[in-house]
């Protein structure tokens, strides 16, 4: 059960519940084809940077319409593609003659939908491009990275945009960041269900876990999930910022604890932890565990990773 009035009304309550409790901060796209608020007092004559993607129950999307992490977010109902139109609509609001920059999670209605909101776009005059977020290191395994789905690194790709933006860099120039972050960037679920059991891949339209043991204790949770992340990536990096996203049966201290016992691995390894974060960020399994989410990050790319807060939540 959720405390809903109804299951179609519990999204634009909820942006109107974040909007309330932070009243200044944020403004609604008047729209009649989605969801969709920005944030107020933009700075002048620079790229926008626009996250979209999928309405649930966590603070992906409306909590992101914050300073350092979008300029404007768009989300459609509960596990559905934002409308085409309202993404297209917010870009238009949000311009500021520099372009916009879309970020979506790579799955087929967010890129069916941006891809038709960048053609809209173009016919006003406006510039435009999309980046797909690709993290998720359980899809499409053995084959090409353009055909994984996104999770929560998202939040990363999306920090750096913002951060490159407010530097003036072109929309081109904002993009490559982007792109540069998504490429780094990986991430696996890790759940755990009641007869004690871990799953290590298992994605959150209905993929098959990539393997599945008994629970060992936290530190055996975290090698294991965090083995498969640097498996992922042709040499073992020198320095990640690292994120751990709580699903919705796990606990704040579970997550400290998951938190403390990957930078201890990890360091062990020889890898230099430049950051962390942990909370509730996309919390899409109602059962136990995290997604483990890790950036491999060079000299250049360190400077875009600080932490920057969304509502209620730093990332």
């Avoid at 913002?162 to 120039?173: M, W």
């Avoid at 962390?276 to 919390?283: E, K, L, V």
Wanted: hydrophobic share 35%.
């Amino acid at each position: 059960m959720r405390m809903f009035n109804s299951t179609e009304s519990a999204l634009d309550e909820a942006m109107n519940g974040v909007l309330t409790a932070d009243p200044g901060r944020c403004e609604r796209l008047e729209t009649e084809y989605g969801y969709g608020i920005y944030r107020s007092n933009l700075k002048e004559n620079c790229v926008r940077v626009i996250l979209n993607g999928g309405g649930g129950i966590g603070p992906m999307w409306v909590g992101c319409a914050a300073e350092g992490l979008s300029d404007g977010i768009v989300h459609g109902e509960f596990d559905s593609a934002p409308n085409a139109y309202t993404i297209y609509e917010m870009a238009k609001k949000l311009d500021a003659g520099k372009g916009v920059l879309l970020i979506t999670n790579n799955y087929m209605g967010d890129y069916l939908n941006n891809d038709m909101a960048c053609e809209l776009l173009a016919y006003d005059g406006i510039e435009s491009e999309v980046c797909l977020i690709s993290d998720d290191a359980g899809s499409a395994r053995g084959r090409s990275r353009s055909e994984r789905g996104g999770m929560s690194g998202i939040l990363q790709v999306a920090k750096a945009a913002v951060k490159a933006a407010s530097e003036g860099k072109s929309l081109k120039e904002v993009k490559a960041v982007a792109d540069r972050f998504n490429e780094n960037t990986v991430s696996v679920t890790a759940l755990y269900d009641d007869d004690g059991n871990i799953s290590y891949g298992a994605g959150f339209s209905g993929e098959p876990p990539l393997v599945t043991e008994e629970f060992t204790g936290a530190d055996d949770f975290v090698k294991h999930g965090l083995e498969i992340l640097l498996d992922d990536f042709e040499d073992i990096p020198e320095k990640i910022f690292l994120n751990i996203s709580r699903m919705r049966n796990t606990c704040y201290a579970e997550s400290m604890v998951i938190l403390q016992s990957s930078v201890r691995f990890l360091e062990e390894k020889g890898i230099k932890v430049c950051g962390c974060t942990a909370g509730s960020y996309f919390d899409v399994f109602e059962q136990g565990g995290c997604i483990f989410t890790v950036t491999a990050v060079d000299e250049d790319m360190e400077a875009y990773t600080g932490r920057v807060s969304g509502y209620d939540f730093t990332v």
